[in-house]
């Protein structure tokens, strides 16, 4: 039996569609004409840092440190407008029963996002690192370990899909698992992977094309049939 555990961000659906939501909840609890559109512009310049208080100095606001706290715990604990990639939707469904989910960073914000995608009827587990305390998040091999455990799977039968070289694969594939990354063309995370021992064993840009990585042709859906799997190289 082969188990697929998918990573949420940039995996299941865009990140970027996060921080829009957000931007639009911002403004609306706060009252800022033209924050959101202020917000969209530093993050189409390519900002993902202290977009908050770039909005409000292009406003004419001076960024308090005490609003923009509050700012972000709004931006983190609103419910998103956010929906899955279609791909991943049909992904999703191909694997019922046999997939479960990690994903890092708070555990609020991240617990909206599943319920806004409907992923807790879909996928078990569901680990949220940011749940279990400081230093759990990849590349701990808590939520590895705790995956292994609640299916009783070795790691042979255990494949990680996720986008971020940085962190997502060299755990896994230190406890034998099979890593795929998908290259969304919108991802916001595009870092090379900083050593050999954090590349994916494979790059897909859709998850129609999973099963092919898996060698499991025969169960590939219609639609992939044209596509491939390509081996990592870390090259561009």
Not at 39 to 50: E, I, K, V, W, Y
Not at 84 to 113: C, F
Not at 183 to 202: E, G, K, M, N, V
């Amino acid at each position: 039996m082969t188990f697929v555990v998918f990573d949420l961000d940039d995996t299941l659906y865009l990140e970027r569609d996060f921080a829009f939501s957000g931007y639009a909840a911002v403004e609306a609890e706060f009252d800022i004409p033209g924050f959101e559109q202020a917000c969209l512009d530093a993050f189409a310049r390519g900002q993902r840092s202290r977009v908050f208080d770039t909005a409000l100095a292009a406003l004419g606001h001076a960024p308090d440190p005490a609003v923009v706290a509050r700012m972000i715990a709004v931006y983190r604990g609103h419910d998103p407008r956010i929906r899955l990639a279609a791909d991943a939707r049909r992904a999703v469904a191909r694997w019922s029963g046999r997939a479960g989910l990690i994903t890092d960073g708070p555990a609020e914000m991240q617990r909206n996002k599943v319920r806004a995608l409907g992923l807790a009827e879909r996928l078990d587990p569901i680990i949220l690192t940011g749940a279990l305390g400081p230093d759990a998040g990849k590349p701990s091999p808590l939520a590895f370990e705790m995956i292994e455990r609640a299916t009783g799977l070795p790691g042979q039968s255990l494949v990680y899909v996720a986008d971020n070289q940085l962190k997502d694969f060299i755990t896994p594939r230190r406890r034998g698992w099979q890593t795929i990354m998908i290259a969304r063309p919108d991802r916001i995370h595009t870092a090379p992977a900083p050593t050999p021992d954090h590349l994916p064993a494979f790059s897909i840009e859709s998850l129609d094309q999973l099963e092919i990585c898996l060698g499991s042709e025969t169960a590939t859906p219609r639609w992939a049939v044209r596509t491939t799997c390509a081996s990592f190289s870390g090259e561009s």
